[in-house]
T-cell receptor, first 109, second 113 residues
C-alpha cells in the first residue's frame, strides 16, 4: 500500500487564488518529510524539510506545515511561475526515502 | 545549485544492449542515489551508495548494477536493456543519509526500442 499519498493529483488556480496541497503518510518513526518542486524536463528542487509535528517552514509564497499524519504546502497568492509539480517524500527509520506521486499545479494569469 | 552532472542527457538504444549512465558531483557528498521516474509512479530508488565501493539495493534494483570507484562518480549500468527500463533516470546526492535532504541532477531520458 502507498505510504505517501499526495492530493489532489492536479490543481488549477487563478493567479492570486491561495490554496493548499496535501501529503498524507502512514509510516512510523518519521525522521523527516521533504517537499520538492519539479519543473518539466528538470530534476526535483529541494524546498523544505520538516522533522516534527507542529513545525512550519516558509519560503516566499510557500509555507509547509506538518502534523502526525500529514503535511500541507500552502501557496499564498500564487503567480504563474509557481506552476510546477510538487513532490512530497518521507524518510522513516532506516528505510530509503519514499516519494509521493506529486501534485501538478497550474497557475493561470 | 548542487553541482551534479548527469550524462548523457538523452539516449536511445535497442533492447539487449548494455547502457551506462554517469553521475558526477562536485560537492564531495558521501551519499549518492539513482532513481527512476515513470508516469503514475513516484520517484523509485534503484541503488544507492554510502561511500566509495559501498553500495546497496533500492526498491527496483533488478536488471541494474552500480559502481562507485571515486567519491565524485556513480555509474548505473543496465547490463541488457529491456523496454521496461525506458524511463527518466535521476541521480541525487546528500551529505549524509537519513534525514538529510537529497539534491537532484536534471536527469537522463532513456528510450529502449
Amino acid at each position: 500500500e502507498d505510504q505517501v499519498t499526495q492530493s489532489p493529483e492536479a490543481l488549477r488556480l487563478q493567479e492570486g487564488e491561495s490554496s493548499s496541497l496535501n501529503c498524507s503518510y502512514t509510516v512510523s518513526g518519521l525522521r523527516g518529510l521533504f517537499w520538492y518542486r519539479q519543473d518539466p524536463g528538470k530534476g526535483p528542487e529541494f524546498l523544505f524539510t520538516l522533522y516534527s509535528a507542529g513545525e512550519e517552514k516558509e519560503k516566499e509564497r510557500l509555507k509547509a506545515t506538518l502534523t502526525k499524519k500529514e503535511s500541507f504546502l500552502h501557496i499564498t497568492a500564487p503567480k504563474p511561475e509557481d506552476s510546477a509539480t510538487y513532490l512530497c517524500a518521507v524518510q522513516a527509520g532506516n528505510t530509503p526515502l519514499v516519494f509521493g506521486k506529486g501534485t501538478r499545479l497550474s497557475v493561470i494569469a | 545549485d548542487a553541482g551534479i552532472t548527469q550524462s548523457p542527457r538523452h539516449k536511445v538504444t535497442e533492447t539487449g544492449t548494455p547502457v551506462t549512465l554517469r553521475c558526477h558531483q562536485t560537492e564531495n557528498h558521501r551519499y549518492m542515489y539513482w532513481y527512476r521516474q515513470d508516469p503514475g509512479h513516484g520517484l523509485r530508488l534503484i541503488h544507492y551508495s554510502y561511500g566509495v565501493k559501498d553500495t546497496d539495493k533500492g526498491e527496483v534494483s533488478d536488471g541494474y548494477s552500480v559502481s562507485r570507484s571515486k567519491t565524485e562518480d556513480f555509474l548505473l549500468t543496465l547490463e541488457s536493456a529491456t523496454s521496461s527500463q525506458t524511463s527518466v533516470y535521476f541521480c541525487a546526492i546528500s551529505e549524509a543519509g537519513g534525514d538529510q535532504p537529497q539534491h537532484f541532477g536534471d536527469g537522463t531520458r532513456l528510450s529502449i526500442l
